[in-house]
């Protein structure tokens, strides 16, 4: 038997997520993964109007609040049946745009980027060298040798005090960082104007949320967004160019920076496009609606399975029952009652603590499955997933972009990438990159068509809808940042009767259903090199790359001592 490395809590992440896995000859054989809160919203919404449900669901996490409300409102308008005016659909689409940029920044400069960069390795490098480095990649206006240099020198004061901030616990030297000095230097200089850069993104998502995060914009059939071009209290074209110019921000750094780091880095690890597959199942669903009735899309939905990209069943609208079918949640190694496998709008939330116990119940995870023809499989959701659908399905930005990445490496290393490298850790950075450039196109082309719209006289923002006394039922998904994204509702005489969210971090942080099939991070982490183990880098790096949002998948609370659980943080 092998050494067994627990990792307690997983930083970096969003929520308490607890990582056990087993080593041995310096190569993990197997792996657990533990989501250390229990979430109880489905329990709060039970009773309520309809209407607070996208309201209060922003408040499962702290980061994916814009994305659980466009969920929960879209899940409530799919049980009543209602359409949605091209306005509402074009703002909550540049919304949704906006945030996926601010996320996708955020995750990989912020999040995972010292999983790859050596920081303090940077005080060696010649910035004039990094200069050229960088200006051989893109031509964003920041990468003179000014530029490097002055974060050289204020880096240089911070390692000089020995108070090195959110650098402090890095695994500095490790042996499997192998980035050059002046690539070290160029990307913590772009991680420091990342930090500006993700701001535009997110101031826009506030101008039209009225708020960011928590968006009070919402509304059940449409937005709130008054228009009107020659009123300043409403959705005129001052604020609609003050968004565009935030947008065109945002985009520069995506295109310049975000995409062409990601690539560089992904050349100089060529073999972490081999590490971390993991499940080869993946599901997307589509998102950023052309029509009033949620049949046409920009982005594209669908499953692969065995890793086939030649046989994508697509998932076509809202109402496509290929998905609202066929999702199941397992808790049979789940703290939660019972050991059953029920489809969402038949479930109960019941939490039943029993103890950490890898052979019997070990999270508050459940574990989402997707049933096809009468077999059960795990799924991998997340940008990689949707990357793959779209370039299966013949998208042609995702194409566009997939090509250009591939190609870049191709030429940077030699070596012969191709689709099925980004099956790997270092391909879901490089899947989300190439979506976070596919909707940068997206979003300046969705101002566009509601900017056009306006200008046809068409101001209608919401329509009127009623509740049946009958029970109804409905699905609402979104493609979030972290994948795929699904609030079920379930509603009698005009109440909440049962409700529940499938989340990204759900289906990828699951653990093992009653047929012992891993979830994705689990998976993943199977057959990864480990150097060291009480420096466990290579586990951090392949959980990261799915970006773990565990809040979004559970929440703890102790109504008796009034305390959230208590971690040590590494």
């Known amino acids: 038997m092998g050494k067994k490395i627990r990792i307690d809590p997983v930083t970096r992440i969003e929520g308490h997520l607890r990582i056990e896995v087993e080593v041995d000859n310096e190569v993990i054989k197997n792996a657990w993964s533990s989501s250390q809160m229990w979430r109880g919203i489905e329990v709060i919404l039970k009773n309520r109007d309809p209407e607070d449900a996208w309201v209060i669901t922003q408040r499962i996490c702290g980061v994916c609040t814009t994305v659980h409300a466009i969920a929960s409102v879209r899940s409530v308008e799919n049980a009543l049946g209602i359409e949605v005016p091209l306005n509402a659909q074009y703002i909550r689409n540049i919304i949704i745009g906006a945030h996926a940029l601010h996320d996708h920044i955020v995750h990989f400069y912020h999040l995972s980027a010292v999983d790859w960069v050596d920081v303090v390795s940077s005080l060696n490098a010649d910035p004039r060298k990094t200069a050229e480095i960088a200006q051989s990649l893109s031509e964003w206006p920041h990468n003179g040798t000014s530029d490097f240099k002055a974060v050289k020198n204020k880096l240089s004061q911070f390692v000089g005090s020995g108070q090195i901030g959110p650098f402090a616990n890095g695994y500095w030297g490790h042996p499997a960082m192998k980035l050059p000095p002046e690539v070290n230097l160029l990307a913590v200089t772009h991680y420091l104007q990342a930090l500006e850069y993700q701001r535009y993104a997110d101031s826009a998502v506030a101008i039209l949320g009225g708020k960011n995060p928590h968006i009070q914009n919402l509304a059940i059939g449409g937005v709130a ?115 059953w496998m029920k489809h969402p709008w038949d479930e109960e939330t019941v939490p039943k603590y029993t103890g950490y116990d890898t052979g019997k119940k070990y999270s508050w995870t459940k574990a989402p499955r997707f049933v096809k023809e009468e077999k059960v499989y795990p799924m991998q959701v997340g940008p990689l997933s949707q990357v793959l659908v779209g370039y299966g399905l013949g998208h042609d930005l995702i194409k566009k972009y997939v090509d250009f990445a591939t190609e870049k490496i191709r030429s940077l290393t030699g070596n012969d990438i191709n689709i099925n490298h980004l099956k790997s850790t270092a391909g879901r950075h490089l899947a989300r990159a190439i979506r976070a450039a596919v909707i940068a196109d997206l979003v300046m082309k969705h101002w566009e068509l509601l900017v056009n719209n306006i200008a046809k006289g068409d101001n209608t923002i919401w329509n009127e809808y009623k509740y049946p006394t009958s029970e109804i039922k409905g699905v609402g998904f979104h493609e979030a940042p972290r994948g795929t994204l699904s609030h079920w509702v379930v509603i009698s005489n005009g109440k909440i009767k049962n409700y529940q969210a499938v989340v990204p971090s759900t289906w990828n942080s699951s653990p093992r259903d009653s047929k012992g099939r891993r979830g994705p991070y689990e998976e993943s982490l199977i057959g990864n090199p480990v150097a060291n183990i009480k420096k466990p880098l290579e586990v951090l790096r392949t959980v990261h790359s799915f970006d773990p949002c565990i809040a979004c998948a559970v929440h703890l609370f102790d109504p008796t001592t009034k305390e959230k659980v208590r971690v040590k943080i590494l």
């Open 225 to 339: 967004n008054a228009i009107n071009l020659e009123n300043e209290a409403t959705l005129n074209m001052e604020k609609l160019m003050k968004v565009k110019f935030l947008l065109e921000k945002a985009v520069a750094f995506v295109k310049q920076v975000y995409l062409p780091d990601v690539i560089a880095i992904a050349s100089f690890y060529p073999e972490w496009l081999e590490y971390g597959k993991g499940v080869d199942n993946y599901l997307a669903v589509p998102d950023m609606p052309l029509d009033t009735k949620g049949t046409l899309f920009d982005l594209p939905g669908g499953t692969i399975f065995n890793g086939d990209l030649n046989n994508v069943t697509p998932i076509k609208g809202f109402n496509d029952p290929y998905f609202r079918d066929n999702v199941r949640e397992s808790i049979y190694h789940s703290w939660y009652d019972g050991n």
